[in-house]
Structures are given as C-alpha cells and as structure tokens.
C-alpha cells in the first residue's frame, strides 16, 4: 500500500512539474527527491533507468556545449531545411499590423481575469448626439427601393453625407473631420447599413480604405494638410483602386505599372512617374476626384536610387489628369452603391503625389495590409451586423404577425428554431464586432481579429438572412418597397467577396498569419534561424529550443489532464455559467496549441500548403476569439442574467464548433495513428459538447417575440423608420398585438377567424353598441396594418400597381 502512495506522489509530482512548466533547475531538484523516494519501493533495474534518465536530464540542461552540438545543432539543420520559406511580400504582411486578443489562445492558459477587467468601450456624449441626430437624419432620407430603381442615391443624400462630413467619421478635428472612435465608426455604418446597403457602402468605403486612411498614417504632413479637409467636407470624392484583371485575391501579382521619369506637371518638369494601370470593382471610383491607386514601381534609370524593382507603391492620382479615363459602372447583383473600372494611359504623377512622398516609394503592400487591418475590422463586420440585427427585429416581430394554422407562425417549433439561431447568430456577431473595435480602439491594428471578423460574421450574415427568407416565405421573394429583405439578400455576397474573400481567408489568413504572429516561440525561433553568425545562431535557437520543449510538454500534460477531467479542475475566475465556460474554452485553448505544435513536428514547412488543415485550425482559433468576445460582452452587460439563454447557445454553438473542427484535423491527419492518438488526448470519452438545445432555443425564440428593453438593445443600430414604411408598420402591429388580443379574446369567436372577417364583425358590435369607439378605432388601425404586412406589392408593365388605397394606415399608439 505505502508502495502505492509512493509511486501516486512521483507521477503525481512529475506531472505537476510539467503542468506548471517548472524551470529546469527547479525540475532537476524535485524529481531528484522524487526519485530518492521512488527508488526505495521500485525494481532494482527500474530505479536504475530512472536515475541513468535523470543524470542525462541533468547532462542536459547543465551542459550547453554538449546539448547544443549533439542535440540542438541537428535540430536547427532540420529546421532550416523544414521551415516554410517566406516571401518579402509574406513578411511584410506578417509584420503589418497588431495581434489583440487571440494571442491568448496560443499560450494555452489565457488570462480570463484581464479580460473581464478591461473597460467596457462606450460612445461619448458628442458620438451619441451624431449617432442621434445626422444618422437618424440620413436614414430617414432614404428609401432603399426608389435607391434601387434609379441605381442611384438622391442627390440630396449625396449633398447631406457631405455637408455632415460623413466621409471624415475618422479623420482628426485639426484637419476638419469628426474625430470619431472605431466603436462610433462602426456604429454610424451599422445603422445605416441596417436602412440601405447602397447608403451604407458609399459611406464606408473612403472612412474604411479610401485615401483619407493612407495619408493619416503614412502622409506627408504636406498630404494631410491639404487633403484631408477636402475629403472630410466631400470637397474631394476619393475611390482606392487595387484590384485588377490579373490580380484580385493575390494582390501582389498587380501588373499596373509606374516608371519614375522626368515629366510635365502643372508647366513644370519634375521628377515624377509615368503610370499605365486597368483597374476594375472599384466602389465610387465612378464619381471619385481623387484615386488612391496602387501599382508596381520601376526605376529603370536608377532616379531614386540603386533599386531597379522598387516594389508596390501607393499614390494619390487627382482624377481629371490626363490619361486618367473612369470607365462604365458595373452593377454588383440589384445594389445601386458607385463602382466601376478605372484606366490610366502614360498618367504623370510628381513624387510629391506618391503617398508619403519619395520615401513612400516600395512601401505600399505594408501600407496596404495595414490599413486593410483597420478597414477590415470596422467595415463589413458592421455591415454584416446590421443585416443580422434586421433580421432579428423583423423576423421576430413577422413571427408574431403573420399567422397561419389560426396562430402566430413563430408558436410553431420549426420557425421558434430557426428564429432562435438568427438572434443569437446576431448577439455573437455583435460581441465579436465589439470586441475587435476595442483593439482598434486601444490603437493596436488587428490584422488576425479583423480576417476573423470579416469572415465569421458575413458568414453568419448569410446565415441570418436565409433563415429571415424562410420565415418569411413567399413575402420575402416578391421584390418592391414592401421587401425588406430583397437587398440584404443581395448585398450578403457583396460582402463576403470584398475586402479579402472569404475563402482566402479562411484558408490562408487567420490561422496561416496567426500562427506565426502569435505563436509563443515560432517567430523567434524563425528570427534566430535567420542569424548569420553560426554561433550566436545556434546559442539563440538553442535556448528557444529549451523553452519551447518544455512549453509543449507543459501543453500535453494540460490537454491530457483536462481530457480526463472534463476541465472541471481548472481554475475560473468566475462562478456558475461563465465558470463553466471558462473552463472549457481553456481546455480547448491547451488543446489547440498542443495539436498545433505536433503538426508542426510532423508536417513542417508544408503545413503552408495545407490549406484544409490551415482552414480547420482557423475555425478553432477563431471560435475561442468569439468565444472570448461572448464572455466579455455578458460579463459587461448591465442585467445579465436576461442575456443568460444567448450566452449558452453562442458559447455552446462555438465549442461545438471547435470540436468538429479538431474531428475533422485528426480524421484527415497525415499520419492516421498519430491523429487517433491526438483524439484519444485531446477527447478521451469522445465528443463531449452538445448543440444549443431544444430548450434553450425556444428560450431566446420567446424573448425575441416579446417586447422589451432586452430585444430593443440586442437589435439598437437597427433603423425602424416611420410608417407608412413595412419595417415600421411591422413594428407598430408588433408591439399592439397584445392590447388588440386583449380585446379581441372579449368577442367570442373573433381570434378563430381571418383579419377580413373580424373586421365585419367588428363593425356589427359596433352599431349594436358592444364595441366602444375607442377600441374599435383601434381594432380596425391594428388589423388593417395587419395586412399590410403579409401583402406583397404587383407590378404592371413594369409599374408598381398600388394596392395600399384599400388598406390607409394610420399608426396606433
């Protein structure tokens, strides 16, 4: 028995040592007094392998000379040989930008407590009054329908964005634009988006990547000057033009050219560039005034220095140069937002164009991917969550409205499910927006969180939106200014394909990029390899080594015990729900980087080309990200406890999700043995997470079908409007439906029967004197709008027939 105990205390001991991944010094220390007391009650021979194993541990770490040469040199050859090669153009992306949060996930234990005591972002008082006032204004301004069939904004919507300056949401206050936060940035397009897509881009795109962006981080002070109160007033109209024919996801493959010359500009001879360029899906560039255009720049005559290729280069090209031609418009699926192709024919530009002036030149894929870091993180997020937050409002509130079978659609199972995962698709995709915004915010530029962003919640867009068609049927398919869904239909794949494809950057970006940017010794390793001095190389690479073996001894030792365990062990700085996810997604967390680091052993350099695998490991470090936003957003929330259903579905929708990823790596592995074992390490009782119950589901379904301050503030960037417009009638009807059922339920047999007929009947009790005025004004206002809503608009010979003159609607307060 003492035997037993003592053999329980040393494997107990070595693997505490390794969870807490204790320094070798300390390691040697205690695993000798393990060992003094395990050799006393072990086998003769096994006491022996374990004393020859700890004198070699102790050889070791306490002799650098033989480790490095014996053990460390052989593994950096392999490592050179293995190790992906990167581009310039890779490192530069690499290097753009800023990690946030998702950094964590790679250490295998994040810190939970930093997270839930970080500041809640918030609107100032002078945002919340824009966000009041000029934004409530523009929405009211448009109507999404006539935008459509004139394939244009109104010119007085064009006039108010800006004399508002809506096109300087970001820029500094010195330079005559707003100064806004990225939290208010993102809340301006959210809420537009929610009215007109159309709208919502063609204020998006110059405050999200437009030249504004460019001059204030890489500008000459001269640029900014002079620029940016122009583009913040609409005095300029700006476009940013890179894709081209050739090149659209691989934007480094551009052929438009640029050679630096001597050249006439404004009667002067200047030194300058000569540009040749075809550009195509640019938004605006059909108005723009000014182009920022990206190109390959050459100096074949050495102008500028010993460069011949002197790389991507990005400038500012005032649109009524000569040579400059804006093309046709293209018209992306039925949306009327401005975007066309662009052509430049022997364009002369002075240096002083180039954006940040001489020295700009070759700078330009860095400028790019770091504005693209920004501009993804606010644009299509925001638009994204504003679709799901029309979704939201209008499906709920349709579920109510329209019945069928002789009660509310949204009563049935079927739509209550679906509706269900529109709202919390919606509350996670705000959370994940949020979240990322405070990274932007807090000044970091989150090249990782933003591909996460834009890929998730555009996906979830289209998710929400076919969910909201199917509830809605048949009304959801007849176009006309009672569809409200029509656009948002369309608009989804505009989306998904802007600003990085989604397929890219699944495949490619947020795994491919994350790992090397946070990864805890990856990059530093890869940084040593790169030492040209032999010596310093293998003394770095070595003590990374050393660290990092110990790191991933630490990690498996964490994902075996927390397997066994369920995670219920793990310390939480959190009780009841929050605890329990906490837990899990710092299972997961040890989990990922531990599955991460063996395939790194045994694929090495090809893991770059191992776009599946890449993608699946991207699924898990994104939902841990959104998992984390979720956490921080509820433990935010002023009542939380009403949020509680939203919680558990997202949380539980997102550790689904990363154990059918980890199922699909392991099931697809190089190496099937190495992958089962994985999945015995990783899942010893098998897939342990459930979908979003039944239960949960018909939970939210119900909150979202009842009117409250809850459903208001889940769906608060969603513009409602005014009747007689459908969003707002929709709501109207919604939000009497209880009063009008509370009368109603008073004349017998009136709930059984169809709209049409109660309102017959309605008159009868009327002259009989068993209906008061007052509820019968109401009755009949609440019953007429009624429907209006299920009716579709006709047309005839191509013109709207008007079939509201039966049906005047008068809103009921």
Not at 687 to 703: F, H, M, N, R, W
Request: hydrophobic share 45%; proline share 4%; glycine share 8%.
């Amino acid at each position: 028995m003492l035997a037993t105990i003592v053999w329980v205390i040393f494997v107990v001991g070595i693997f505490t040592l390794a969870f807490y991944q204790t320094s070798a010094r300390n390691w040697l220390i205690v695993s000798a007094v393990l060992l003094i007391l395990v050799t006393a009650f072990a086998n003769k021979w096994v006491g022996i392998a374990f004393w020859v194993v700890w004198f070699l541990s102790l050889v070791f770490v306490s002799a650098p000379f033989w480790r490095r040469n014996l053990f460390s040199k052989p593994i950096l050859h392999w490592f050179l040989r293995v190790q992906p090669k990167i581009s310039h153009s890779e490192r530069e992306v690499l290097e753009a930008g800023g990690i946030w949060w998702e950094k964590e996930f790679f250490t295998g234990n994040p810190d939970w407590e930093k997270l839930l005591h970080s500041n809640p972002n918030h609107l100032t008082a002078e945002e919340q009054a824009f966000l009041d006032g000029p934004v409530k204004t523009l929405c009211s301004m448009l109507n999404d329908w006539e935008i459509t069939e004139k394939n244009d904004l109104p010119p007085a919507v064009w006039d108010y964005i800006k004399h508002e300056r809506f096109w300087g949401l970001g820029i500094e206050k010195k330079y005559g634009g707003l100064g806004f936060s990225a939290l208010m940035h993102s809340a301006v397009v959210t809420q537009i988006a929610s009215r007109s897509a159309t709208a919502a881009l063609t204020v998006m795109v110059p405050n999200a990547l437009g030249p504004a962006v460019f001059i204030e981080y890489f500008g000459t002070q001269q640029q900014r000057d002079y620029y940016l109160p122009r583009l913040a007033n609409g005095q300029d109209v700006s476009c940013f033009a890179l894709t081209s024919l050739v090149a659209g996801s691989d934007a480094t493959s551009i052929i438009d050219s640029g050679v630096v010359c001597q050249g006439q500009y404004l009667g002067k001879e200047v030194l300058g560039i000569c540009l040749n360029f075809s550009k195509r899906y640019i938004t605006l560039a059909p108005v723009s005034t000014l182009i920022g255009l990206a190109f390959q720049l050459t100096d074949p005559e050495h102008l500028l220095g010993d460069k011949e290729n002197v790389g991507i280069t990005c400038a500012l090209i005032p649109s009524n140069l000569k040579g400059v031609k804006i093309g046709p418009r293209h018209k992306p699926l039925t949306l009327a937002f401005m975007n066309g192709p662009i052509e430049g024919k022997d364009v002369f530009i002075p240096l002083d164009l180039v954006v940040g002036g001489a020295e700009g030149c070759g700078r330009g894929w860095k400028m790019l991917m770091e504005c693209l870091a920004l501009g993804r993180g606010i644009s299509l997020p925001s638009v994204a969550t504003a679709a799901q937050q029309l979704c939201f409002r209008a499906s709920s509130a349709y579920s109510v409205v329209r019945h069928q079978f002789k009660r509310p659609i949204g009563e049935f199972e079927g739509i209550a499910l679906e509706l269900a995962k529109i709202g919390a698709y919606s509350y996670l995709s705000d959370a994940t927006r949020v979240f990322t915004l405070r990274a932007i915010d807090c000044g970091v530029k989150p090249s990782i969180a933003s591909a996460i962003a834009k890929y998730h919640l555009t996906e979830l867009a289209r998710k929400s939106v076919n969910h909201a068609m199917d509830i809605h049927g048949g009304k959801a398919i007849q176009n006309g200014p009672r569809n409200y869904l029509a656009n948002l239909y369309n608009a989804v794949p505009v989306c998904i394909t802007v600003e990085g494809a989604n397929i890219l950057t699944r495949n490619l970006i947020i795994f491919g990029q994350g790992l090397v940017r946070c990864h805890p010794y990856l990059a530093k390793e890869m940084e040593a390899a790169r030492e040209h001095d032999n010596k310093e190389r293998l003394k770095k690479f070595d003590k990374l080594l050393l660290k990092h073996i110990g790191f991933t001894l630490s990690r498996f030792v964490r994902t075996f015990i927390y397997g066994l365990t369920g995670g219920y062990f793990i310390s939480s700085c959190r009780h009841g729900d929050l605890r329990y996810f906490i837990q899990q997604f710092t299972r997961m967390s040890a989990a990922f980087i531990f599955v991460t680091d063996v395939t790194l052993l045994v694929i090495g350099a090809k893991l770059k080309f191992k776009e599946a695998l890449s993608a699946r490991f991207g699924d898990i470090l994104s939902h841990l990200y959104m998992g984390a936003a979720v956490i921080q957003h509820f433990e935010q929330a002023h009542e939380p406890e009403l949020e509680n259903p939203f919680l558990q579905w997202s949380l539980s929708y997102c550790l689904v999700k990363i154990q059918n990823a980890f199922a699909e790596i392991l099931q697809n592995y190089p190496r099937k043995g190495l992958g089962k074992l994985l999945w015995s390490i990783v899942f010893p009782y098998g897939k342990v997470y459930q979908s979003p119950s039944d239960e949960c589901s018909y939970e939210i379904a119900k909150l979202m079908q009842t009117p409250s301050a809850l459903r208001d503030k889940l769906t608060q960037y969603c513009y409602v409007g005014e009747s007689p417009e459908s969003l707002a009638v929709l709501e109207n009807v919604f939000a009497n439906t209880e009063r009008a059922n509370t009368i109603l339920q008073l004349i017998p047999g009136a709930m059984e029967k169809s709209d049409p007929v109660i309102l017959e009947l309605l008159q009868k009790k009327l002259v009989a004197q068993e209906l008061s005025r007052e509820d019968f004004i109401l009755l009949e206002n609440f019953l007429k709008q009624r429907m209006e809503i299920i009716e579709v608009d006709a047309f005839e010979n191509g013109k709207e027939v008007n079939e509201r003159k039966n049906n005047t609607v008068h809103t009921t307060n």
